[in-house]
T-cell receptor, first 114, second 108 residues
Framework: ETGVTQTPRHLVMGMTNKKSLKCEQH?????MYWYKQSAKKPLELMFV???????ENNSVPSRFSPECPNSSHLFLHLHTLQPEDSALYLC?????????????FGQGTRLTVV | LAKTTQPISMDSYEGQEVNITCSHNNIATNDYITWYQQFPSQGPRFIIQGYKTKVTNEVASLFIPADRKSSTLSLPRVSLSDTAVYYCLGGGGFKTIFGAGTRLFVKA
């Protein structure tokens, strides 16, 4: 248990569906992240929120839409996804301390797009 | 951000000490070096972090030479449960970028 909880753990969705991934942290951190990990590929940083403002968006397609309503919660809204979007989606949080930052990761959501 | 280079994979036996070296030639003055461990279908887990010289905790040791262009993660007496992917990161803050990592396989 890392203090970062992701739901659901597994999700299967059709290409026309709309779904949301949820992340919650109880560590008092002020930064939250979404990563994507495809099979046999490194983790790709998707979005970063600091103090509920988006500070990083790594050219992610608009079919992925993040939302950070407060410093403890982070969502990733999904719509009209493609099969190549199937991956492990990981949420992380950290306390902003400049270059000295330890990120805590959730268990991930295994997404399959059919 | 410092680009890091690690061996793709390593094999070891239970009880041995494992050293994984990472090169980060263009690491910035302010960057720390951080190592994470990841098991299949789980998120990465922080192992150790350092800036220079040697850092030790209950899990591992991290050796960083004076020029900081490389670092070595040392795992003492590995067990089967240490089979995982180990990531070296140069940098921190909001840009926690992961490379391909080193896949360590511990055999009985």
């Amino acid at each position: 248990e890392t203090g970062v909880t992701q739901t659901p753990r597994h999700l299967v969705m059709g290409m026309t569906n709309k779904k949301s991934l949820k992340c919650e942290q109880h560590l008092g951190h002020n930064a939250m992240y979404w990563y994507k990990q495809s099979a046999k590929k490194p983790l790709e940083l998707m979005f970063v929120y600091s103090l509920e403002e988006r500070v990083e968006n790594n050219s992610v397609p608009s079919r992925f839409s993040p939302e950070c309503p407060n410093s403890s919660h982070l969502f990733l809204h999904l719509h009209t996804l493609q099969p190549e979007d199937s991956a492990l989606y990981l949420c992380a949080s950290s306390q902003d301390r400049g270059h000295l930052t330890e990120a805590f990761f959730g268990q991930g959501t295994r997404l399959t797009v059919v | 951000l410092a680009k890091t280079t690690q061996p793709i994979s390593m094999d070891s036996y239970e009880g041995q000490e494992v050293n994984i070296t990472c090169s980060h030639n263009n690491i910035a003055t302010n960057d720390y070096i951080t190592w994470y461990q990841q098991f299949p279908s789980q998120g990465p887990r922080f192992i150790i972090q350092g800036y220079k010289t040697k850092v030790t905790n209950e899990v591992a040791s991290l050796f960083i030479p004076a020029d900081r262009k490389s670092s070595t993660l040392s795992l003492p007496r590995v067990s089967l449960s240490d089979t995982a992917v180990y990531y070296c990161l140069g940098g921190g803050g909001f840009k926690t970028i992961f490379g391909a990592g080193t896949r360590l396989f511990v055999k009985a």
